[in-house]
């Protein structure tokens, strides 16, 4: 039987509409969440994403403040529009879109962030309250994949849990979040010995490498929830001379016919990620205030 389908677009609208009815009633105490998004230079895919979050953060009433710099910006012209971020009260949280034109350092940049305002969840920082259960703010990619691992088993305690793949920005911070629900976690990478047969022990397998379809179909548990993190684009003859689609980390037609449930790519953990900066978004605004974060 082929595996069900997670629907992370429709899991994604579903939580976007807690946040809009959130920040609605912030609106009596004269709250509104204030999202600032700073891209440097004029690449393309962060162009197209960035408009994504501005169009979903005024959808949900939020503010939205951009902030575009050339890509001759200088590493100091970036910090400097940071340091005025974080002064800036209106200012809930700060997203400096990645990645960075090669003269500014990408970590430097990310340092200088106010971690109340880090709604990304990439400071060291909120990246300690991360590894240690305290409260802070958690990268969104990794969230909205737990969000839909939980969307199929509530329960995760005590499986065998899988990442595949070490990045700052998706695979430890995802594999922190499992070990906090208590899963046994194994963190696998492009060099681990025996790749295939370390995913084949995972009840919950999470592809996060960035190579197009490594990730085969017998390399998958019967039964397991497969959450593919990749986006990669590939040629697309069929469709056209010089024609692309996306693809994941998953051999997908592989896959679904093996796992019990399986995100789709696209549609699957993309959608999910800008939700999450919406609700990372909600949650600083209260949390500098000193209000009530709701249950989002």
Same mark, same amino acid.
């Given at each position: 039987?082929?595996?069900?389908?997670?629907?992370?677009?429709?899991?994604?609208?579903?939580? =976007?509409? =807690?946040?809009?009815?959130?920040?609605?009633?912030?609106?009596?105490?004269?709250?509104?969440?204030?999202?600032?998004?700073?891209?440097? @230079?004029? !690449?393309?895919?962060?162009?197209?994403?960035?408009? %994504?979050?501005?169009?979903?953060?005024?959808?949900?009433?939020?503010? %939205?403040?951009?902030?575009?710099?050339?890509?001759?910006?200088?590493?100091?012209?970036?910090?400097? &529009?940071?340091?005025?971020?974080?002064?800036?009260?209106?200012?809930? @949280?700060?997203?400096?879109? &990645?990645?960075?034109?090669?003269?500014?350092?990408?970590?430097?940049?990310?340092?200088?962030? +106010?971690?109340?305002?880090?709604?990304?969840?990439?400071?060291?920082?909120?990246?300690?309250?991360?590894?240690? @259960?305290?409260?802070?703010?958690?990268?969104?990619?990794?969230?909205?994949?737990?969000?839909?691992?939980?969307?199929?088993?509530?329960?995760? #305690?005590?499986?065998?849990?899988?990442?595949?793949?070490?990045?700052?920005?998706?695979?430890?911070?995802?594999?922190?979040?499992?070990?906090?629900?208590?899963?046994?976690?194994?963190?696998?990478?492009?060099?681990?010995?025996?790749?295939?047969?370390?995913?084949?022990?995972?009840?919950?397998?999470?592809?996060?490498?960035?190579?197009?379809?490594?990730?085969?179909?017998?390399?998958?548990?019967?039964? #397991?929830?497969?959450?593919?993190?990749?986006? !990669?684009? /590939?040629?697309?003859?069929?469709?056209?001379?010089?024609?692309?689609?996306?693809?994941? +980390?998953? #051999?997908?037609?592989?896959? /679904?016919?093996?796992?019990?449930?399986?995100?789709?790519?696209?549609?699957?953990?993309?959608?999910?990620?800008?939700?999450?900066?919406?609700?990372?978004?909600?949650?600083?605004?209260?949390?500098?205030?000193?209000?009530?974060?709701?249950?989002?």
């Amino acid at each position: 039987m082929a595996a069900r389908i997670i629907e992370g677009a429709a899991i994604a609208e579903r939580l =976007r509409a =807690r946040i809009a009815a959130a920040v609605a009633a912030l609106d009596p105490a004269h709250v509104r969440p204030g999202l600032a998004v700073v891209l440097v @230079g004029d !690449n393309p895919a962060s162009q197209i994403y960035v408009r %994504s979050k501005t169009r979903q953060t005024l959808e949900a009433g939020m503010r %939205s403040f951009d902030h575009a710099l050339p890509a001759t910006a200088s590493e100091e012209e970036v910090l400097a &529009l940071v340091h005025r971020l974080n002064a800036d009260r209106e200012v809930d @949280g700060i997203l400096v879109q &990645l990645p960075l034109p090669p003269q500014i350092h990408a970590q430097r940049v990310i340092d200088a962030i +106010d971690p109340q305002k880090d709604v990304d969840g990439f400071h060291p920082v909120n990246a300690g309250h991360l590894m240690t @259960g305290a409260r802070g703010l958690v990268p969104c990619t990794p969230l909205g994949a737990l969000m839909l691992v939980k969307s199929v088993r509530q329960d995760i #305690a005590g499986l065998d849990a899988v990442v595949v793949g070490r990045s700052n920005i998706v695979g430890k911070p995802m594999a922190q979040l499992l070990i906090n629900e208590s899963c046994t976690v194994t963190v696998a990478h492009s060099k681990s010995r025996d790749l295939p047969g370390l995913c084949r022990r995972a009840d919950i397998l999470v592809a996060a490498v960035g190579r197009p379809e490594m990730i085969r179909g017998d390399w998958v548990k019967p039964g #397991a929830i497969v959450i593919d993190v990749g986006i !990669n684009r /590939v040629p697309n003859p069929a469709a056209g001379e010089n024609k692309t689609r996306l693809v994941g +980390d998953v #051999a997908f037609a592989e896959a /679904v016919e093996v796992a019990g449930a399986i995100t789709p790519v696209p549609g699957g953990v993309g959608p999910m990620t800008i939700a999450c900066l919406m609700r990372n978004t909600v949650t600083a605004a209260c949390r500098r205030r000193g209000i009530a974060v709701p249950e989002l």
